[in-house]
């Protein structure tokens, strides 16, 4: 029985990855084959002319560059027709060398290798930051949600122009990874080991259910949510490791539908989700993050609306159950989460007044940047 096959180590990963990114093939081949010609005219006049190896390089390089020195002594026919021949060659290898370095200097295939390994640098700097998987619609949509809310965010897309061209629109440059995100090494290269949670927002639910358990593969403790077309790839992606299972056609017609039968209410909702002309901001604190002086008092000893506006909406209990509008004499537990609306203004003040001050890598929800 053959023994199972084991993973290339990570340098050979990156090694790898760097030459199909950058499509090294034809410059490397381009070298090899300057490095062949210069072994054959070597070769070639060290056993027709008789030269030395000193003497046979010169000849090659004076041969090679075209420079019209002098021969070191008359050549022999056959010495002429090997140089003639080696001339020819030597033209052609000379176009093809010179069309690869004018495709990397001057097409910015040079420029783009280096903006890549700047990207993967930044990459590897991050923890504790959110994949996006596919950048259509919904995956863009969520890339500037969460950079708005002030979390790391890595894109992985195999469309090159879709990430470039929202990124000149926006002025920013967006840290992607290249490649198809249902494989480990795309997955790796995005950091997903350091990572606190995945967006898979491919079009194919087949492709996310592939990306949900890779995903948990790689990183057991990731919060993973998954786009869906079909009700009947729910309970597939559940069982794959997604955490939550988002339907886009689903939420659309729905929204629609209360539109007409509830129009205030959804009016309302679409301040929450930012898409009205006043956008309010919905935040969470976990009584582990307040300040020392604020831990154990209760809400109305808070005093969070007169203090910076915003106001207390729910209470996740440790437990799991929601609390909603929670009582003012209300003591929150350790591990209990505090659900907040407001303005981005008074959202701010609040955190500012209220959380412990972090030295780490930023969390979701943190200040936005500006």
């Not at 075209?66 to 056959?78: C, D, I, N």
């Not at 440059?173 to 350091?194: C, E, H, M, N, W």
């Not at 929204?255 to 509830?262: F, T, V």
Request: net charge neutral; glycine share 8%; aromatic share 8%.
């Amino acid at each position: 029985m053959t023994s199972p096959r084991r993973p290339q180590p990570a340098a050979l990963r990156y090694l790898r990855d760097i030459w199909l990114r950058f499509n090294l093939s034809r410059f490397v081949g381009a070298l090899a084959l300057t490095t062949v010609s210069f072994a054959v005219g070597i070769v070639g006049f060290m056993w027709i002319e008789k030269f030395t190896l000193v003497d046979a390089f010169y000849m090659t390089m004076i041969t090679v560059s075209t420079v019209g020195f002098g021969e070191l002594h008359p050549m022999s026919p056959a010495g002429r027709l090997f140089v003639s021949l080696y001339i020819f060659f030597n033209l052609l290898m000379l176009a093809y060398l010179l069309s690869v370095l004018t495709t990397y200097i001057f097409d910015g295939g040079l420029r783009n290798m280096f903006a890549m390994l700047r990207n993967d640098q930044e990459i590897r700097r991050f923890e504790n930051h959110v994949i996006v998987c596919g950048f259509g619609r919904n995956g863009r949509k969520a890339y500037h949600e969460l950079r708005a809310s002030g979390a790391d965010v890595v894109v992985v897309e195999q469309n090159e122009a879709l990430v470039r061209a929202d990124g000149e629109d926006t002025g920013a440059t967006i840290p992607a990874v290249f490649g198809d995100a249902t494989l480990d090494d795309t997955l790796r290269a995005a950091g997903v080991s350091r990572a606190r949670a995945i967006i898979t927002a491919l079009p194919k639910d087949a492709d996310n259910v592939f990306v949900a358990l890779t995903a948990r593969e790689l990183s057991p403790s990731i919060t993973i949510i998954a786009r869906a077309s079909l009700k009947t790839s729910e309970t597939k992606l559940l069982r794959a490791g997604a955490d939550s299972v988002v339907m886009p056609d689903e939420i659309g017609g729905s929204h629609m539908a209360n539109l007409i039968m509830r129009p205030e209410v959804i009016r309302f909702l679409d301040m929450i989700s930012g898409l009205g002309p006043n956008k309010l901001r919905l935040e969470e604190l976990s009584t582990t993050e307040l300040r020392a002086e604020w831990q154990g008092r209760s809400i109305r000893e808070l005093n969070i609306r007169s203090r910076t506006g915003a106001t207390v909406i729910g209470l996740k209990h440790q437990s799991g159950e929601f609390t909603v509008s929670p009582a003012a004499d209300l003591v929150p537990s350790p591990g209990d989460v505090l659900l907040f609306l407001g303005t981005d203004a008074q959202i701010v003040t609040l955190l500012d007044q209220f959380r412990m001050v972090e030295t780490g890598p930023s969390r979701l929800g943190s200040t936005p940047r500006t």
